[in-house]
């Protein structure tokens, strides 16, 4: 069953049960009315023959009374105590004969069906001393009762009344109601269906494209845009910003594929080439067989550096999370500043300020990351150049500087360094074995830190990298 199916549906079938309700409602206080409108027709017949049969009247004007009732389908009988009829009126021999005294003793049911019940009174039928019941008739028409005790106790005036008319009426109410509510269902699942099929418009245009984009695999593709600004206008914009994020991760993933396969096969070949030269010539002399396996080691370290890198990258794509506990941060840079001097090739190392600073995280990531900020900074600097290391904080934020008195960046290649494989030109002059992984790393490391890293250069004066970690409160 289709959405646009369903939600019409629900909108008819809503539709018909409000209607539904309304109906039974109205007709319930409709059925009460009628049926309490006659009752008090009953009392008000009664009682103005008790209280005239109270005052000093003749039996021939009591009769003329009884005779002749307040409305013309009520019925009078003035009953003894020994079931003897005294008076009745010209029509009383439609009514069923009934017991006054057993209908006081016993009240019958009310006239309407529960549906009407269930409507509170209007102003509410007081029978007073006397009582109401419900008698049927030979021809199945239903009478309304209504007996009251006269003043003497011996006597009993008993009124009565079809009910054929009201039931008729009530009954017409009610399928007309019924009527009504289906009528009313099929409108609305109709104006439903429209209305929901020209809602769910936009929605088919997106499954549509989103269909085309997974056969052709063309995220260049986008949902033509909504005039309205509702919630279906809003969800198109936010599938094209979706399909624009796609497009961006797909093209950087298939960068970094031809990437990742360009620097696989340089350090693959090169040893490939040194064991073949091995192989085919083992007379070779000793100083060129250990140069080739010189070389053959030294790229086979630069291919496990790869690997390594590929799998820091692949562990941060996957969000593997990062351990966290308690880390001082000016023991991490200690350390680091310990390797840094071994790394140095005649550059200065100086360490400018290093104040304690206590943050979350990884010990081995973070000495990972400044290690990188550090060695970057040699690798371009100059044998007499200065790399200067400083550990600041305040109250929220703890900060490592690294900056260097090296070539710099190229202002075109600085917002690219922490692309994966990303290496300026100059930069793979002076270091052919490097990755052009190291920065990525270093950012998403401190990014799990909740930190981030920054770098800011002028060309041939040296670049600065700051480190920003968020201290724990």
Do not use: C
């Not at 290690?371 to 600041?392: E, F, H, M, Q």
């Not at 202002?411 to 100059?426: G, I, K, M, S, T």
């Amino acid at each position: 069953m289709s959405l646009r199916l369903r939600l019409a549906l629900w909108y008819g079938g809503l539709a018909a049960l409000v209607m539904l309700l309304a109906g039974v409602v109205v007709y319930a206080w409709h059925g009460r009315g009628e049926y309490e409108e006659l009752d008090r027709s009953l009392i008000a017949a009664a009682r103005h023959v008790a209280e005239a049969h109270g005052d000093p009247a003749t039996a021939h004007e009591l009769a003329e009374m009884v005779a002749a009732p307040l409305g013309p389908n009520l019925v009078l009988r003035l009953h003894t105590r020994d079931h003897g009829v005294l008076e009745t009126g010209p029509s009383a021999a439609l009514a069923p004969a009934v017991d006054p005294a057993a209908l006081l003793g016993q009240p019958g049911a009310p006239p309407f069906d529960p549906i009407v019940g269930l409507a509170p009174a209007w102003l509410g039928v007081d029978p007073g001393r006397g009582a109401f019941g419900l008698a049927p008739a030979a021809d199945t028409n239903r009478w309304r009762l209504y007996a009251l005790p006269m003043d003497d106790a011996a006597q009993y005036l008993l009124a009565a009344a079809p009910l054929n008319a009201i039931d008729s009426s009530v009954a017409a109410f009610r399928r007309l109601t019924l009527l009504l509510a289906a009528f009313g269902g099929l409108v609305s699942l109709a104006g439903g269906w429209l209305v929901v099929g020209r809602a769910l418009r936009p929605v088919g245009t997106v499954t549509e494209t989103a269909r085309a984009i997974a056969g052709s695999t063309d995220f260049g593709r986008r949902v033509p845009a909504l005039p309205q600004q509702d919630e279906l206008g809003r969800l198109a914009a936010t599938f094209n910003e979706m399909l624009a994020s796609l497009e961006e991760a797909y093209r950087a993933q298939r960068r970094f594929v031809a990437d990742a396969s360009h620097e696989l096969r340089a350090p693959l070949t090169a040893i490939q080439a040194n064991l073949e030269l091995l192989e085919r010539h083992p007379d070779l002399p000793p100083a060129e067989q250990r140069e080739a396996v010189t070389e053959a080691s030294r790229e086979a370290h630069r291919l496990a550096r790869l690997v390594a890198d590929l799998l820091a990258l692949a562990r941060a794509d996957a969000g593997i999370p990062l351990r966290h506990e308690r880390v001082e941060l000016d023991r991490v840079l200690v350390e680091v500043i310990g390797e840094a001097r071994h790394l140095a090739k005649g550059q200065k190392i100086e360490v400018e300020a290093l104040m304690p600073a206590l943050v979350q995280g990884d010990p081995d990531r973070l000495k990972q990351l400044l290690l990188v900020l550090v060695d970057n900074a040699i690798k371009y600097t100059p044998a007499d150049g200065r790399v200067s290391l400083a550990l600041r904080r305040d109250r929220a934020t703890a900060e490592v500087r690294v900056h260097d008195t090296g070539i710099g960046i190229p202002a075109e290649d600085l917002p690219h360094v922490f692309e994966r494989f990303y290496r300026a030109d100059q930069v793979r002059a002076r270091d052919p074995g490097g990755t052009g992984l190291g920065l990525p790393i270093a950012r998403w490391i401190a990014q799990q830190h909740g930190g981030d890293v920054t770098l800011a250069s002028d060309i041939g004066h040296g670049t600065t990298a700051t480190l920003r970690l968020p201290l724990p409160r």
